[in-house]
């Protein structure tokens, strides 16, 4: 399987300080996630509206216009009431960290992989699944808890991918060490 080890790194990187920030600052970043998701709904609400009418059938225009106006509601729920939307954040959170856990475990056991990077996925994925069960069990943490463990657990995977970028980077070099010279 290729992976690059410069995406790996900055994935990692970039989950550090992701992790940080929600630590340090954990009411920033639940309300930063909410104006994100209302900002994105108002953006899908305005390209499903230019979509509708760029078709040349009713079916269509009506179809987009409907989905254009739940967009635009979602995001003016998202602003009017926060708290709810927090809420909604927070069980697709744990739906993403559920997907994402089970998805790294069974990279754990491909066949390419070294006992360095499956132990790495297999942890990665046993903090997804520990991360999302704690969020189905009890959705009501509150939006500045969330913000904490989400921290925690942005910096658990961006230290891992780091390693893991090493770790692919050391596995090159070592295979490009073996290969024959070509004239």
């Given amino acids: ?50 979509r509708a009418f760029a078709g040349d059938r009713v079916g269509p225009v009506i179809g987009r216009l409907l989905l254009a106006g739940l967009s635009l509601a979602g995001g003016v729920v998202a602003l009017a009431w926060p708290g709810i939307t927090a809420l909604a954040l927070t069980i697709w959170i744990a739906a993403w960290a559920l997907t994402t ?42 939006a500045v808890s969330l913000a904490t463990v989400f921290g925690l657990f942005s910096l658990v995977y961006g230290v891992s991918a780091i390693f893991a ?13 073996h290969e024959p010279v070509r004239a």
């Fill in 1 to 50: 399987m290729f992976t690059s080890p410069n995406v790996l790194l900055w994935r990692g990187l970039l989950a550090v300080a992701l992790g940080a920030v929600s630590v340090a600052w954990p009411g920033i970043t639940i309300n930063a996630f909410v104006i994100l998701f209302a900002v994105y709904a108002f953006m899908t609400a305005a390209t499903d509206s230019a």
């Fill in 101 to 142: 856990g089970a998805m790294e475990i069974a990279l754990a056991f491909q066949r390419d992989e070294t006992a360095g990077e499956r132990t790495l996925y297999f942890l990665t994925g046993a903090v997804s699944l520990v991360f999302a069960f704690s969020l189905f069990v009890r959705p009501d943490i509150g």
């Fill in 165 to 177: 970028s090493f770790e692919e980077r050391r596995r090159r070099h070592a295979a490009s060490q």
